[in-house]
């Protein structure tokens, strides 16, 4: 990773999730760019202009409080527990939409990880709605890493579960998730949910003996894959995440038809509204 963009609207979620995105740059070497957006006044005719505040306000507004906490995130990568190089960090005051921020920001970076905070809609000082979380989850390109609000660890990422269902896909996903363990430092844990059944069904158990092997070639012994048996899939993971200790859980977003989407719940988004640990997503 060369660049991490970080998302902000100065709540304890984005606050939370800007300290984890300085940890993992810290610990890989990755540069910073903490960026908020904001959207401009609301044109309006008044008998006092002055009850309104300035365009220029809310500009110096944004850059104060982006500068207030860089500070901060460079204050807290001195103190991490292992002697690690801390992070170049810069910061970007958008005007406009956070749809618009997110189409800029692509166009002049290079963005290897998104982060974002996703406990925005208990925050009365939040700027930023879950429907911008699910915008910014659509526009951008690169895997987006989403830390749940009440998430806040001052340790390292230590261990990291990447849960699959075995499709072609997840092989490439895997070995990019190995790189991104091995430059942290962490243990990887790949894990696949199954329904208990006494017999693994025939395809299901020649996809399992496919992905093993294909673990082999990228250097991944059979130790760190798990077959795991729950009736429910949502719980199974669950499990598998607190049984490993995971510091992040990364999954592959599957791409679904607007109809099946109808008619169906997507893993991934009800990982989302219950998750306790931060979800890096990978797009399909």
């Keep these: 990773m060369n660049n991490i963009i970080v998302l902000t609207d100065f709540s304890l979620s984005a606050r939370n999730a800007a300290d984890l995105a300085v940890r993992i740059g810290a610990i890989s070497g990755a540069d910073i760019i903490l960026a908020n957006a904001f959207s401009e006044l609301i044109r309006a005719t008044v008998d006092d202009p002055h009850f309104w505040p300035l365009e220029t306000e809310l500009i110096h507004d944004s850059e104060t409080l982006l500068q207030m906490e860089a500070r901060r995130l460079k204050q807290h990568a001195r103190v991490l527990p292992l002697p690690v190089q801390e992070p170049n ?18 166009k002049r970076h ?10 925005m809609q ?8 879950p429907s911008d979380v699910e915008a910014i989850q659509t526009l951008a390109h690169s895997p987006i890493l989403i ?21 072609k896909f997840d092989i490439g996903v895997t070995g990019f998730v190995k790189r991104i363990a ?3 430092k962490a243990h990887l844990f790949i894990g696949h949910i199954s329904k208990p059944l006494f017999n ?4 299901e158990e020649m996809n399992t003996a496919a992905f093993m092997t294909n673990l082999e070639h990228l ?13 429910d899939i949502i719980t199974g993971v669950d499990k598998f995440c607190h049984d490993k200790k995971a510091d992040i859980l990364v999954m592959v977003h599957k791409k679904h038809s607007s109809l099946w989407t109808f008619f169906h719940q997507s893993i ?17």
């Design 200 to 203: 693994m069904d025939a395809n």
């Design 268 to 284: 991934t988004s009800a990982i989302k509204r219950r998750q306790q640990i931060p979800l890096l997503l990978i797009k399909e």
């Design 89 to 106: 960090l810069t910061i970007i005051s958008f005007k406009g939409t956070i749809k618009a921020c997110i189409t800029d920001l692509q």
């Design 122 to 129: 208990n925050e009365h000082k939040a700027r930023y709605t």
């Design 147 to 167: 830390v749940p609000e009440n998430y806040k660890s001052d340790g390292l990422v230590k261990n990291i579960c990447f849960v699959t269902d075995l499709a």
């Design 219 to 231: 250097g991944l012994t059979k130790h760190e894959f798990q077959n795991c048996y729950h009736d």
């Design 182 to 184: 091995t430059e942290l």
């Design 110 to 119: 290079k963005m290897d990880l998104l982060v974002i905070g996703a406990g």
